[in-house]
């Protein structure tokens, strides 16, 4: 079957200290997390892919969200990246923290190491059989890092400058996971 690659259809940030203000207007390049400067200034970013061609009986066996980062923040030591399932439609043009659509508390993590700039990637091949089978409605992921420390990173949107820095949810067969260095 080999691999399938999505670009995502909408992508913001969201600012809790510019509350009510629409990045994805003002910096479009960038997908932001965890705190910037001092409390009351954490960052969010949401992503959505449209699967809607996609059915159970093309058999995945995996999904991965592949991001990249290219601005790190982090002083010292590690944070940990959720993702989240998010639970209700949400416009990338209108979206803001004060308007963010509620999300699941079920999580997926990576851990960025301080200073460290590339590709990270999440494994959610559970969410992607969930997104098909119907037990849960498609609306993006949501995506939170540390927003207790200044810790800010910047991941590459939809309309990085980059093409092959562009965030990716990349699907595969079983046969291909090993071709393609995911196992």
Same mark, same amino acid.
């Given at each position: 079957?080999?691999?399938?690659?999505?670009?995502?259809?909408?992508?913001?940030?969201?600012?809790?200290?510019? /509350?009510?203000?629409?990045?994805?207007? *003002?910096?479009? *390049?960038?997908?932001?997390?965890?705190?910037?400067?001092?409390?009351?200034?954490?960052?969010?970013?949401?992503?959505?892919?449209?699967?809607?061609?996609?059915?159970?009986?093309?058999?995945?066996?995996?999904?991965?969200?592949?991001?990249?980062?290219?601005?790190? @923040?982090?002083?010292?030591?590690?944070?940990?990246?959720?993702? @989240?399932?998010?639970?209700? @439609?949400?416009?990338?043009?209108?979206?803001?923290?004060?308007?963010?659509?509620?999300?699941?508390?079920?999580?997926? *993590?990576?851990?960025?190491?301080?200073?460290?700039?590339? /590709?990270?990637?999440?494994?959610?091949?559970?969410?992607?059989?969930?997104?098909?089978?119907?037990?849960?409605?498609? /609306?993006?992921?949501?995506?939170?890092?540390?927003?207790?420390?200044?810790?800010?990173?910047?991941?590459?949107?939809?309309?990085?400058?980059?093409?092959?820095?562009?965030?990716?949810?990349?699907?595969?067969?079983?046969?291909?996971?090993?071709?393609?260095?995911?196992?």
């Amino acid at each position: 079957m080999g691999k399938i690659v999505f670009n995502p259809c909408q992508f913001s940030s969201i600012s809790e200290w510019n /509350h009510s203000d629409i990045l994805r207007r *003002t910096d479009p *390049t960038a997908l932001y997390i965890s705190r910037y400067q001092n409390p009351g200034d954490a960052f969010r970013s949401l992503l959505k892919f449209d699967l809607e061609l996609l059915t159970l009986d093309q058999n995945y066996q995996a999904a991965y969200l592949k991001l990249f980062i290219y601005r790190n @923040h982090i002083e010292k030591g590690t944070i940990e990246a959720a993702i @989240h399932p998010i639970m209700a @439609h949400w416009d990338q043009y209108s979206v803001n923290w004060n308007i963010q659509p509620p999300f699941s508390d079920a999580g997926h *993590t990576v851990i960025i190491p301080a200073g460290w700039e590339g /590709h990270v990637i999440f494994e959610i091949s559970g969410l992607l059989q969930k997104w098909l089978d119907g037990t849960m409605q498609n /609306h993006g992921l949501i995506i939170i890092g540390d927003e207790k420390h200044d810790n800010l990173v910047a991941f590459a949107s939809g309309v990085y400058p980059e093409r092959d820095k562009r965030p990716q949810l990349i699907l595969i067969s079983e046969a291909s996971k090993q071709y393609y260095g995911l196992v």
